[in-house]
Structures are given as C-alpha cells and as structure tokens.
C-alpha cells in the first residue's frame, strides 16, 4: 500500500461517541452510491430523470457519480483533525503516510469551512463543471452564497490553512488525494472521465440535491449502515446497502397503468357513475399529450374531488408519477377530506403496499391516522396502505406516496427554507392537487405562484380546484405554471361555468364544462343585526334549520347567546380545543349534513365562522350572513338547500340569503379588517336580488373583481402590492438559471414549523397552545369534558402524553399581535414551565405552551379575561369592560 492508498483509508467520516467506532471517509462515500442506486432502481419514477433534463442511464451515472464523491470536502486538513480528537489512532496513521497536522491548529475556524462547501470548491478546482460541483455543495440543506478557486493564490484564499494546514508538503498530498477520489467516483459511476459529465440547469440542480440529501440522510443512519470497530482498516463488505434497503423496507412504488377511466372503473373507485362534468374534465385529461396545468372551477358539490383523484390516477399513468399530493387551506378541511382520499388509495393498492401521510400541525392526533398501519406487517397480506417511520418527519412526509396535507406545506416549495430540496423531490415525483384555491390572498398567492413556476419546470401535473376564480386570477396561475408573462386576453374575458382551463404543452385551452346538476334560485334580501333573531324565529318555530355565518369569532359568540332563548344553538368556530371541535363537526355532520332528518333539523340555529364554508357538507333551511367578498359569499350560499328533501319548513321552501349590512358599514368593523373594503363595497353594490347557482357564480364574481378607478381601488391595489412585497422576503426566485448559487439566501428559521408555515402565511396570525385545568392545589388537570378531567401525572406516560396533545387551541388573533405577540409567549412560558418540567422529555409536548385555567374554567392573559366552555369556546374580555 503506497502512502496515498494509506491515507484514503484512514481518512475519517464519522465517529460513535468513544474511540472505539469509526466510518471511513471512503466506506461512507460507497455507502451513499450503493443506497443512490437503490433509489434510483427502486424509489424514483420513471418520468424523474427526464424531469432532471437527462437521459434515464445518464441521470444514474450522473447520481451515483454525486453520492460517491459528495463527502471529498471532509478530506480537508482541518476537518480530519478535528475529528482526528475522538479517533487519535487514525489521526497518528494520517500524519504517519504523510500529512502534516500542525499542533497549533486553529480548530475553531472550522466551521468558516463546512465541508459541503469545501467540496464543491474541490470539485471545481478538479476541473468539475460547477452545475455539478454546486450540488454537492448544497447537500447539508442550503446552497452556498458563492465559492472561491482553490487555484488562486494562497493569499486570496479565505481560510487556506483550513484546507491544506500549515505545511506546504500537504498541498501536493491532498490534490493526490482528491483527484484520486475524484476518479474513483467517476468509475464506479461509469464515467470514462471528467468530460462526460452532463450539464444541467437550475431546476435540474434542485432535484439531484435532495436526492442526494436524501441517499446521505439514509447512509448516515446508523441503524442501516453501522459504524465499523476502529480495527477495521480496510473493510470489504459489499452487501452493506443490500442488508440496509432490506431493512428500510420502502413500500413497492406506485405505478398506475390505467390512462383511460370508464365508468365502471370510476364507480368502482368512489361508488357512483360520474356526472356529465366529471366525464367531460377526464375526456380532456386522457385527451391530453403533454399534461401541465389544469384549473377545475365548478360548483360546491358536483364531485371536483373525486374527479381530482381520479384524473390524478390518468395523470400519474401518462406522466410516470409515482404518487398524488392533496393540500387544503386548513387542518379542519385536510382531516375532513382524508378519509376520501384513504378510501380512494386503498383501492390503488390492490397488490402491493403504498405509503401514505397527513402531514400538518397536529396530524399526530387525528385518530384514523393513528390506526394505519406502521411498516409492511409480516403476515401473508401483500397489500394495502401503512405509515413508513422514515416519512414521518415534516421534511420528508412528502416523500411518501399518497399525502394529505395544510396547502402550506406546498406553499414552502417557494420558501427559502433549509432542505427545500427534498420537498422539491417529493412533490416533482406527485400529480398535485390543491383544492379551494379561492382561499387564498395575495400574500400566499405569490407562493402559489412561484411553487406552480418550478411544478412547471418539473414537468408535474398539477390539478388546482375552486368553486369559481376571477378570470384574472386564473390566468396569472396558469401563467405562473408556464414561466410566461402574457397570456391571450380572449382567456380573460370567459364567463362560462362550469369551466375548465388546461395546458397542453405550451398552449392553454379553455372549455365551458356541461352541467347536469341542479339549478337553484337563492333569494338575496338585507337585514340588519337587529334583525337575527327575529329571522331565526320566524324559520326554527315551524320546524327549520337556519346557519348564521359571521366574519369573527366575537360576533358567533354574541349571536349565539342571542339567540340560545328562542332556538337550539350550536356554535362552531376555530377557538375549541381539538376534541371538542371534533365533537361538533360531527354533530354538524349527523343534525345538518346530508343525511340528517327532519326531526334532527328541527328548531336548530347553527352559528359559525368562515370555517362554516369550507369543505363541510352541511345544508341550511335559511341562511344569514355577514357581508364578505362576492366569490365567498357564494360559497356560504352553497350550503343553503344543498341536497334534495322531501321536507322543509312553509316558511323555508325557496331558498332566501340574509345578508346583514349593518356590520361591514361601521368603518371600526372587524370585516373592514379581514376583507378588503373595495371588495366588500364591490360585493354590495354588485349583490342582486337574487342569485342562480351555478348560472350566475361566474358573472357575478368577475363583475366584482373587475377593474374600477377610484380611491377605494387605487387602496386596494397597494394593499396588494405590500403583501407581494413582504412575500419576496422568504420567497426562493424563478427556476430559470445556471446556478442554485444564493438560491436560500437569508433562510427561514429551519427548526420552528410554525415559523416555517407563518412565512408562507403572511406571519402568524395565531399560534396554538394547550388549554389545561391547574386546581388551587397546584395539579393539572384535563377540563371537564375531556377524560372525565382526570389529574395529569408529573411526569405522564407516551399515552397520557398524547391525550395532553390533543387539548390543542388556536389563540384569537387579538392575542398574536406583531405588538403584543411576544409579551404573550412570555407570560405563557411563565405560568406554565415551572409546572410542566416533567412534559418536556415527550415529543408531544416539548416545547408546547399551556394555558392554565382555573376551576371555573377562567384564565388571565396580558390584561384579558379569558373563558372556556364548550358551549362557546374560548372567550376574552378586556379587564377594563368586565369593571
């Protein structure tokens, strides 16, 4: 063995936490090119290598070339002395064939040198191109800003002694030294030399870095690819990867064959024959040569989901997909839509197992996904959906096949966020649909939009729905998806409906959907506050269900005490710990969903928020709300006479809409702050006496955004520009580039998820905490309702752990301030720390803040008086109005 055969193999990777176990620097680099094989065999699509710009056996070169060479930055002076510490034999060996570590060593400059940066300046140096090299600097998560030429003069390089040490000898040792790795990747890659390298663009970039974080991340793990004894000098296993794909044990990849859905197919998938529009919609998607974009506009009802799912199977069949992304704008709407999509992915994994995930905030606590299987089980069964432990981390949950998601965790595909890259690679490999596009601002539509620019340049199917969008609104979405700045106006001015705009490659379509549904009249009249109660009356005494939808939570709470006299009331908002609001949602769904009788709809009043509107099948007798922008207006209108019945009330037998004016024309009203005011006096000068859905939901919501000039517009305009203006802070930049050089600049704070879901939210306009009781004898206690409010213990087991999760609240966004905000953290971290010690080892309620309540369910925070119950939820007073 020649003296650079000697230092290769001492060469250090990593350490166990004594001397006594090490990883060879070249035994970690064949363990990352054995497992990036295994992906590129057995995880990815077929589509992904053309999605990257290469040839399917030039993209595995090119991977395996990358995993084998990823790491050569460790090969540095001052990283192997460094870790040279802990392994004092290796070191002695390194300085023994003939590198010279020099005592004095500056050790704590190394971190101005991480390695993943020092390797794409070696790489570069080894005459690399850099579109390669830049990927293996990016694999620890973030790109560098720019790099430096190890081939400058000593002087110019920042940190020299970090790379060669003090002696000058080392320099020609340690270029032996990486261009002996250098080669050795290029061989085992099957690169004749450096020339055959591929070049590659910006996006391409994204996509091989998470591969590559994602084959590091497995071959770091030591429960697949254990250290070895630090006696093992030259170890030569070569099933290592083979012994750890085994064990990982990944689900068979999904791979749907059908590109044409009869049907029969259809019927069998969701237990119905498809309407006319849902057959029209998948005619044009299995029409379709080179999919992209499809915008899905149709009323609330008519079956967009299944027609999603279903045309995301056609897609993945046509595109090589191996998997389907579904985002929703809430928690409420992804755990209320995830059965549907369980049921519906059940069905796709007839022969083999597939992984699936709810990936959001308190996805741990929803119990149908607690149930689902974890790991592929042992038995006979060769099918079916489980939960693989290696996706169950926000950063890789997108990973998995089928997910069900909060639309945020889409909306960070244009986040400048450490390890982006991986979700970049999950969500390239999906059809992605995101329902209720409608719901989101300006502020998350630049998101959107930047998210849809690289989707396009992947190549990904992407399936976005809404019950209608302004036409300007559409088209900047499907331009987005394009990368193109003008768009034929003819696209604008369409006001058919049900309607469906698509690319075909390049060119986009339009197409006027049939309709077979129902056509209903809704009779619009005005009302004042004053009126509510009246109102209700009038319909619940002769047997009717009326819904009362309001912009604030406030507001829900007044009129349901209001109302509590003359009627039965249940009230639903935001502000209920998780259990109770589950509670409701079934109450909704069982005493006014679709299948409610008339005795459970009888006198009943439900009064709720903006949570009302979305996703929950529930069907009023009457309905009465508060002013807001037309097109969800007519959303809250869509869950009046929703389903046929053989019976409704005498004075509830037309559909009628109250819409109360009083509230939005107080200039100090809360809607004024929600809403913009153009839109709200838009929608009111615009709002007919009455309304034919769908006929009018498209007229009438293009009439409302439609180009005004006057002072409320010009205000309106420039709120919009300061949203998009606050977005471009987190916001990564086009997919058009040579380089991801500077790409996550100035990231996002990678260890806080609601910090990460806040910036692509335009701040956080509330933050959760957990609602406890805290007796005069200083125990905890569950509230009333929840587990019969039994004593928690000090320091409480994995199960009572996880019931203490779910007392999960959503704060008011009185309470979450850019003014106040912090104050409030703090006082909440100084009432509860001192009692929750015990929590903090649980990786439910580390780092969770609770919020203590007192017998009579009664709390103070920073000068409110707060109440819960589960009447009403949480309620707040200011000290001052309870004197």
Same mark, same amino acid.
């Given at each position: ?19 006594? $176990?090490?990883?060879?620097? *070249? %035994?970690?680099?064949?363990? !990352?090119?054995?497992? #990036? ?5 057995? =995880? &990815? ?123 000058? $000898?080392?320099?020609?040792? *340690? %270029?032996?030294?990486?261009? !002996?790795?250098?080669? #050795? ?5 099957? =690169? &004749? ?691």
């Amino acid at each position: 063995m020649n003296f650079t055969e000697q230092i290769l193999y001492s060469l250090m990777a990593k350490t166990g936490k004594n001397s006594s $176990e090490w990883l060879p620097l *070249l %035994q970690h680099l064949q363990d !990352t090119a054995d497992i #990036m094989s295994c992906l590129c065999d057995e =995880f &990815l699509s077929p589509s992904f290598a053309k999605a990257c710009g290469l040839e399917e056996n030039e993209f595995k070169k090119l991977a395996i070339f990358l995993a084998a060479v990823h790491d050569i930055g460790k090969a540095i002076v001052v990283f192997q002395y460094k870790i040279g510490d802990k392994l004092p034999e290796r070191k002695s060996a390194l300085e023994a064939s003939g590198i010279n570590f020099n005592a004095s060593h500056d050790k704590g400059k190394a971190k101005q040198t991480p390695h993943a940066f020092a390797g794409e300046e070696i790489l570069n140096l080894l005459g690399c191109p850099e579109c390669v090299s830049t990927v293996v600097g990016s694999h620890h998560g973030v790109p560098a800003e720019s790099v430096q030429d190890l081939s400058w003069p000593q002087e110019d390089i920042a940190f020299y002694e970090n790379y060669y040490g003090r002696d000058k $000898e080392n320099v020609e040792v *340690l %270029q032996d030294i990486w261009q !002996t790795i250098f080669d #050795m990747a290029l061989d085992y890659a099957g =690169f &004749l030399d450096v020339s055959e390298l591929p070049d590659i663009d910006r996006s391409s970039q994204m996509l091989l870095s998470g591969m590559l974080i994602m084959a590091d991340w497995l071959a770091s793990n030591t429960e697949l690819f254990p250290l070895l004894s630090v006696e093992d000098l030259k170890p030569d296993d070569k099933l290592r990867a083979e012994r750890a794909w085994a064990k990982l044990d990944f689900p068979q990849m999904w791979n749907p064959e059908r590109s044409v859905i009869s049907n029969e197919d259809f019927k069998e998938a969701f237990g119905f024959e498809p309407r006319l529009v849902q057959s029209e919609v998948l005619k044009i998607v299995e029409n379709s040569e080179n999919p992209g974009i499809y915008i899905f506009e149709a009323p609330m009802g008519c079956g967009k989901t299944e027609t999603s799912l279903a045309a995301s199977e056609i897609l993945a069949s046509k595109c090589g997909k191996n998997g389907v992304f579904f985002g929703l704008p809430t928690q409420a709407t992804a755990n209320g839509i995830f059965p549907r999509i369980l049921s519906w992915a059940e069905k796709q994994s007839t022969e083999f197992y597939h992984s699936v995930q709810l990936n959001h905030g308190s996805a741990v606590l929803n119990p149908l996904f607690q149930n689902i299987q974890r790991g592929i089980p042992q038995e006979e069964s060769d099918s079916g959906l489980i939960i693989h432990n290696w996706f169950c981390d926000s950063k890789k949950a997108c990973l998995a096949d089928f997910v069900t998601a909060t639309v945020d965790q889409m909306l960070m595909l244009a986040l400048k966020r450490k390890h982006v890259m991986l979700l970049h690679l999950g969500l390239s490999e999906k059809v992605v649909v995101i329902d209720e596009v409608h719901a989101y601002d300006a502020y998350m539509s630049e998101y959107l939009e930047m998210a849809l620019q690289w989707l396009g340049s992947y190549n990904t199917p992407v399936i976005l729905l809404s019950a209608t969008l302004p036409s300007a609104r559409r088209m900047s979405l499907v331009r987005a998806y394009l990368g193109i700045k003008k768009s034929d106006d003819r696209f604008e001015k369409e006001q058919g409906y049900p309607l469906l705009t698509w690319t075909d490659g390049k060119d986009i379509r339009q197409q006027r959907l049939s309709y077979d549904g129902v056509h209903k009249t809704v009779s619009v009249k005005t009302c004042v506050s004053d009126d509510v109660v009246q109102l209700v009356k009038n319909v619940t005494e002769n047997g009717g269900c009326v819904g009362v939808i309001v912009n604030t939570v406030r507001r829900a709470q007044m009129f349901a005490e209001l109302l509590q006299d003359n009627a039965k009331v249940l009230l639903y908002h935001a502000q209920f710990v998780l259990p109770d609001r589950a509670k409701k949602e079934k109450q909704l769904v069982d005493l006014v969903g679709k299948n409610s009788t008339p005795e459970s709809r009888s006198g009943l009043v439900v009064v709720g928020t903006q949570v009302l509107e979305q996703s929950l099948d529930i069907d009023f007798d009457m309905l009465i709300t508060d002013m807001c922008p037309m097109d969800l207006l007519l959303q809250r209108m869509g869950r009046l006479h929703r389903h046929e019945r053989g019976v409704r009330p005498d004075t509830a037998q037309t559909p009628v809409c109250y819409v109360i004016t009083d509230e939005y024309t107080n200039m100090e009203s809360a809607s004024r702050k929600i809403y913009s005011h153009w839109l709200i006096n838009k929608t009111a000068d615009t709002l007919p006496d009455s309304i034919t859905l769908p006929d009018d939901i498209s007229p009438l919501v293009q009439e409302v955004y439609s180009v005004t000039s006057d002072e409320c517009y010009d205000k309106y305009i420039n709120e919009q520009k300061k949203s998009k203006s606050r977005a471009d802070c987190f916001r990564i930049s086009k997919p058009k580039g040579k380089s991801i050089h500077g790409l996550l600049s100035k990231p996002v704070e990678t260890g806080d998820e609601q910090l990460a879901q806040a910036a692509v939210r335009d701040g956080i306009s509330s933050f959760d905490v957990l609602l406890m009781q805290l007796s005069a004898d200083e125990k905890i206690h569950f509230l009333p309702d929840q587990y019969g409010g039994a004593e928690v213990s000090e320091c409480p087991d994995d199960e009572e752990c996880r019931r203490i999760a779910e007392q999960k609240l959503r704060l008011p966004t009185m309470f979450c301030q850019s003014w106040n905000i912090d104050k409030n953290i703090r006082e909440l971290k100084n009432n509860c720390m001192k009692y929750i010690a015990g929590w903090q080892n649980s990786p439910w309620l580390k780092n969770q803040l609770v919020l203590f309540l007192d017998e009579d369910l009664k709390g103070e925070l920073n000068g409110y008086d707060l109440h819960y119950s589960f009447e009403k939820g949480l309620e707040f007073t200011k000290k001052e109005e309870c004197e």
